[in-house]
């Protein structure tokens, strides 16, 4: 796209990515006020989160395929509104039931926008250019996913906690208009293709399955439940896999996987956003209830996340040009880790200023590893399987929040003496397990032309 028109669609695909992101976090801090209010527990009320990240691992492979038959625009558009309404109906809620309800119903218009956001940045952005889209891309994904607490603080000073959901509204109108205006049709479509529906079903319960797998620990389910999940979830998965590498188009991407560094990368992400999920679900816990904090308070506390990830993001863009991104992304996960240590080995009585060091080394870490691993999937994988990167990509990020929200409320249940200090210290067990992975990479080379993508002075 031609400049300006390429600054107003990048503009419409960061406010769009930022509430959808922003939204798996922003109710963490009031979840322990959403409990008391809605009159639940404190594991149930962990739904909140679960539902909406459900919701999107579970159609989001889908959601990119139909962009890719048809087109990109389209279902980022339909995706921004249907957000905008469930928004809505989240801010209205008055029970659990309808809570969760509607944010089942978000995630899917999240799941939505997220499919396709990086493929449409793949259409915006000439190929020497490229790596600016995905920078900024990369940045605010990783600077919403930290910031919920934050901003959520920010509107729990003023207003109760319907309104971290209301706010919603306004930014995803304008959204929503800049969409129609500027967001470009794709150049090529999939004309003869057809939307596999039985890869959708199997998709659908194959993640579903493998979730409430973790959930069936979490709230005690029998052991025969337990079984007859896990043994659907080998059954149905094994067949859906089967599938899918017979077809020239795969819905879940096994063509990708089977580009190492591409693999590599995925698996990294997963594991790294595990651990940070992990963190951000069981702070405000540890922050309100072991601690004394209030809510707005915690979001305040937990403000260095966010700022130093936007300090180190733009950083790391930079460092990429001279050092592998396997290695760099090995090193800000390994800092991640031990910021991730420090806060699970508090004192017990810790000051404000010892609570908010720690949570900037882990900005840090994490701003220096999410830059280069995101833009390392994207420009590993053929232009033409852009929609099938971008919705791996999403896939890999909501499978390891999804994960790390079900591991914390598995925590209250099964450590409920100090559930939150282990939930940290398991967070680190993952950092330093994505650090290893992502140093698997170091040997791996990407062609020139992917090296160009990904080392622009302007990442």
């Known amino acids: 796209m031609p400049v300006p028109g390429r600054y107003w669609a990048i503009l419409a695909i960061g406010l769009g990515i930022m509430v959808a992101v922003l939204d798996g976090s922003i109710a963490n801090v009031a979840l322990p006020t959403i ?93 020497r250019s490229l790596s600016t889209g995905m920078g900024i891309n990369a940045l605010v994904v990783a600077v919403s996913a930290a910031a919920g607490p934050t901003i959520a603080a920010g509107i729990l000073s003023v207003a109760n906690w319907p309104w971290l959901f209301a706010v919603n509204i306004p930014v995803g109108l304008i959204a929503l208009f800049l969409s129609y205006k500027y967001l470009p049709d794709n150049p090529i479509k999939a004309v003869n293709r057809k939307f596999d529906i039985p ?110 990830t936007m300090i180190f993001a733009p950083v790391a863009g930079a460092l990429v040009k001279r050092i592998n991104p396997g290695l760099l992304g090995g090193i800000g996960l390994t800092i991640f880790a031990f910021g991730l240590l420090l806060l699970g080995l508090m004192p017990a009585r810790p000051t404000d200023i010892d609570i908010i060091w720690r949570l900037a080394v882990c900005g840090c870490g994490f701003g220096l590893f999410q830059t280069p691993n995101n833009s390392t999937i994207i420009a590993s994988a053929p232009p033409t399987r852009s929609g099938g990167a971008s919705g791996m990509l999403g896939t890999a990020r909501l499978l390891g929040q999804t994960t790390g929200a079900a591991l914390v409320a598995l925590m209250f249940e099964a450590v409920p003496g100090n559930p939150t200090r282990y939930a940290l210290l398991l967070a680190c067990v993952m950092a330093f397990a994505g650090a290893f992975v992502s140093m698997l990479r170091v040997h791996l080379h990407l062609t020139p032309t992917e090296k160009n993508t990904i080392s622009e002075d302007t990442l």
Not at 53 to 80: F, K, M, N, P
């Open 35 to 127: 409990a008391s209010d809605l009159h639940t527990s404190s594991s149930k009320s962990i739904w909140v989160v679960n539902a909406y990240q459900l919701a999107i691992t579970v159609s989001l492979l889908s959601l990119s395929s139909i962009g890719e038959i048809w087109g990109y625009r389209r279902v980022y558009t339909w995706g921004l509104l249907l957000f905008v309404f469930t928004s809505l109906g989240c801010a209205l809620s008055d029970s659990m039931l309808t809570l969760t309800t509607a944010r089942t119903l978000q995630g899917f218009g999240a799941a939505a926008i997220t499919s396709v956001n990086t493929a449409l940045i793949r259409i915006i952005y000439p190929a």
């Open 199 to 308: 890869s959708a079903i199997m998709n659908v319960f194959t993640f579903g399955l493998f979730i409430a797998l973790i959930e069936g620990f979490t709230h005690k389910w029998g052991a025969t439940l337990i079984i007859c999940v896990f043994i659907g979830f080998l059954v149905i998965g094994f067949v859906y896999i089967r599938r899918e590498l017979k077809l020239k188009n795969p819905m879940f991407p096994v063509d990708l996987l089977r580009i190492p560094i591409f693999r590599l990368s995925i698996a990294t992400s997963i594991i790294s956003f595990m651990a940070q999920m992990l963190a951000l679900v069981s702070l405000p816990f540890l922050l309100q209830r072991a601690l004394g904090r209030d809510a707005v308070t915690t979001g305040l506390l937990l403000t260095p996340w966010p700022l130093t």
